[in-house]
């Protein structure tokens, strides 16, 4: 999109509509708690940036032409990216990945990161854009061609960045879903070639169809662009928790607006900031980034030569009294309290797949691990004869068909026996341990990463444990379970497993969990009771057994929350997770270590609304960050929403 107005009576028309909505042109537990958190139980998190003073920044219309169609362009928009990123500012890159015009001559001209036999422009543009997406840019794709034909049109709709590329008036294909879902898979397929991650979507013009969006976010869990059938966009999120059909079916989608519209002047600037001074909405804005170009100049080595990067010219900012638009900015939010904000900040998971199991599955015989040592979660599924397993490959686009379930045992456990996954032989694939509660005996079923072997005796427990839970030791794996005078550990060496009993009062209704609270080399256990929701932690001790229970005085989870454990910025630290099915909102306490837990800003949701709903957390797409995951057991259906946090960080 360009920061100028086309001139014809449609676009002038478009402007105004646009102008009146308020849009703009284009789209374009350690210790001492440091805080109180007790989420309401009745709030809706409808308007989650509101009052928060959160900026965002999109780059539009990133593509192969224009100011950017030379390697003096690329260095100089390569410039604009490091400088961001040296602010420690989490931007985002609407990119076209192909561009298409046609010059005064007649001439068509066309290139694309999906090019079948890059030129070295093409590998250098792809090589910036990687760059950027490993230090601090978040990338998602600006429709496919951002235009419309392949013969000239008196509107300009044939020219990348000026045409729209959806809904094009006096071409009916263009209204199509199968013409969205065509491009859009041009879109993903172009980005994948390119060895890149696309994170959201963002029309051309913010034009397109009700039914073609309804496609878009098939594909995608996030759009940037605003809802134009939601008031909300005026000023935060919006949310939707319906499902999405076309492919394969999945929970959920959220539109991202840019309420402070975009940059054309010195007189932008100023109107933003004098807006953010009193506006309490989300300041997300677009700018184009070759309006910094004229500040900036090429670095020269010792010698006097140009410096050359990665066969690009190296430019930086020149030392100037005039201020870029991109410093004024930067100064101008500083100034007025405003914290610069990643789409995997004000929207901590991203709405992903849904994956069907067996009829009338109860939540107690589901299982997630990485059983087929692939780094995805897998599911795993009691039956009363066998074990399924659904392999975990979960990577975009969220809509493509799922591998089906596999028979992986058959054995049939009886009631009274336990199932939980670790990784007894430590071979990098998560095996199946079952404890009788009856009994005691202990039996695992080695993984080969393709199906579960026939189990094996590993001697007993004490009979009548309950809540097993797999443990991490300092000197391989263990287990942790609630007996009748407090909490059992064993160790698991070998094929045998040893136990002992651990020296702690804890109320007796307390629910146990797992997780890397104290270190990141071991688990602790976090205890909740179930009575007044206190927290208490028994950290684990490097010469093996744990210190006595530690009370985290100043955190309590609600009645009404149910708890999940699970590294989400994936800085090796477990952070707490409360869903509260009946509302669909997710919290995070991200634990930063050194004694402190943090809320996040933002909450999620409302996503996967309902009472009956139970909510897991796993490593689902295998970035090292923890998904989340909500069952629907009357549904029997998993949907699944990804972490991306700690990539802009």
Known sequence: MLGTIGGTARMRRRFRLWKQIGIGICGGLIGTIALTFTPATTEQNTTPNVEKRHVMIRLEDVGLGGDYNSPEGLGKLRAVFEYLASEHVPYHVAVIPRRISMKADGVWKERGIDDPNPDPLVSAFIK?????????????????????????????????????????????????????????????AAFAKAGLQPAFWESPHYQ???????????????????????????????????????????????????????????????????RARTDDGLASFYFHPFLEFSHLEQVKGTDGAPVVRDGLPAYAYRQEEDPSYLHKLMAGFQERGYRWMSLYDVV??????????????????????????????????????????????????????????????????????QLVLLDVNADGKQDLLAYNAQTGAVRVALSDGQAFLPPEDMGAMPPGLTSLKALQLSRGKGLIAKGAHGLVQAAVSGKRVEYADVSAALPEDAAVYTGRFDS??????????????????????????????????????????????????????????????????WRVLENEGGGSFRPLDNAFGPWAQGAARQGLAADWDGNGKADIASYDEAGHVLDMAMSFRGATR
């Open 128 to 188: 910036v854009l990687q760059d950027a997406q490993r230090n601090g840019g978040v990338l998602g794709m600006h429709g496919y061609r951002h235009q419309y034909g392949e013969s000239y049109r008196a509107d300009g709709e044939h020219n990348s960045g000026i045409g729209s590329e959806f809904n094009v008036q006096g071409a009916p294909e263009t209204m199509e879903t199968s013409y969205a879902a065509e491009r859009m898979k041009d879109a993903l």
């Open 208 to 274: 397109d169809t009700r039914g073609q969006e309804e496609v878009f976010r098939s594909f995608v869990g996030l759009l940037y662009q605003p809802d134009m059938h939601s008031k909300n966009s005026l000023k935060d999120l919006v949310t939707y928790d319906t499902v999405n059909t076309y492919g394969q079916k999945s929970l959920g989608s959220v539109y991202v607006p840019a309420p402070f519209k975009y940059v054309s002047d010195s007189l932008s600037v100023d109107q933003m900031l004098d």
């Open 348 to 417: 901590p998971f991203t709405p992903g797949s849904r994956v069907t199991l067996p009829p009338k599955t109860p939540i107690h015989h589901v299982l997630v691990g990485d059983v087929t040592g692939k780094g995805h979660a897998d599911v795993v599924v009691r039956e009363a004869h066998r074990i399924l397993v659904i392999p975990g490959n979960y990577t975009p686009p969220r809509n493509r068909t799922q591998e089906g379930s596999q028979v992986w045992l058959q054995e049939a456990y009886a009631p009274e026996e």
């Open 520 to 585: 990141t080399d071991v688990d602790d256990v976090l205890c909740v009771s179930g009575s007044d929701r206190k927290l208490s932690l028994l950290a684990q001790q490097r010469g093996g057994g744990f210190a006595p229970p530690r009370a985290l005085d100043k955190v309590s989870v609600d009645a009404d929350s149910q708890v999940l454990v699970g590294d989400a910025d994936g800085d090796g630290r477990s952070d707490v997770i409360l869903y509260n099915a009946a509302t669909g909102v």
